[in-house]
């Protein structure tokens, strides 16, 4: 997103509460941080407010994101979630979200953990990332990759310093703010 999204989304109902009480906040948890994968690869070609719009149904569609459920998806879930109309209905990036919930179980047993992977590969600069992205996950191009991390506190720039979210945020200690972060 961009700086104006400090300034547009306030009052909005739903771009307020992400922008104040998510993006760019640090996270562990695996279902937030595979939420928030999938959720930025359906936003491909969308606006987040689409995506926003329809995250309840994503919710409901994905198992609430858990990724042991989302990973024993077959052909029959397949079909279940392109006929679903809450959801973007885009095979690809259906078969990317289940193919990802795959490669997470994976980094479960090489990395103890989604967070433990990236915790293992940062810091690094975006290029390096959207470039481990794509050697790990599926459909995760740099701008995917770059709001993901973004939104996750490992690359700055969700906020612009003079937001009041901001002060918040780094008060938490976000990856991008430890010593050592690579920018740019």
């Known amino acids: 997103m961009s700086a104006a999204y400090c300034l547009a989304a306030p009052g909005h109902p739903l771009h307020g509460p992400y922008h104040d009480q998510e993006y760019g906040f640090p996270a562990r948890e695996e279902s ?57 209905r885009n095979r690809q990036k259906i078969e990317a979200v289940i193919a990802n919930a795959r490669r997470i179980q994976d980094l479960r047993r090489s990395h103890g953990s989604f967070d433990g992977w990236l915790q293992a590969h940062h810091p690094r600069a975006p290029t390096e990332w959207t470039r481990l992205f794509r050697q790990t996950f599926r459909f995760t191009g740099g701008l995917i990759v770059g709001e993901f991390l973004m939104s996750l506190g490992y690359l700055p720039g969700a906020h612009e310093p003079n937001c009041p979210v901001y002060q918040r945020i780094l008060a938490l200690a976000p990856p991008w703010s430890q010593a050592g972060a690579v920018a740019g």
Do not use: H, Y
């Open 32 to 88: 937030v941080l595979f939420e928030r994968l999938a959720l930025e690869i359906n936003q491909a070609g969308l606006s987040w407010l689409t995506v926003l719009q329809k995250r309840p149904a994503f919710r409901a569609a994905f198992a609430g994101f858990e990724v042991d459920r989302v990973a024993a998806f077959d052909e029959g879930d397949i079909a279940r979630l392109i006929a679903d109309a809450g959801i973007v």
